[in-house]
């Protein structure tokens, strides 16, 4: 994903997906038609903000104040690029 990307595209989850968490694996879920995907880590605070109102780098600074240190700018736009390529985020 390019910078100019980044500050482009405004995530959303794909209209069949739902963000779900699972208290019994204490794990987020993505729902989706005959399937579910387990996310790892903070996988779900990355999604839960793909709201369409905010671009990646919104989010990129929303989690880098709530996860200082973490590497956020280098790991979330793959990450998001990479749900995108799969259909769960348009």
């Avoid at 390019?2 to 204490?26: M, Q, S, Y």
């Avoid at 999604?47 to 979330?76: K, N, Q, Y």
Wanted: neutral net charge.
């Amino acid at each position: 994903m390019t910078p100019r990307t980044a500050d482009r595209w405004c995530p959303a989850l794909a209209p069949a997906l739902l963000l779900r968490h699972d208290p019994v694996r204490g794990a987020d879920l993505l729902v989706l038609p005959e399937r579910v995907v387990v996310l790892q880590g903070h996988g779900g605070a990355v999604v839960g903000l793909c709201d369409g109102t905010r671009t990646v780098s919104g989010i990129v600074g929303e989690l880098a104040e709530r996860f200082p240190g973490a590497p956020v700018a280098a790991t979330v736009p793959a990450f998001l690029d990479s749900l995108r390529q799969e259909g769960w985020l348009k």
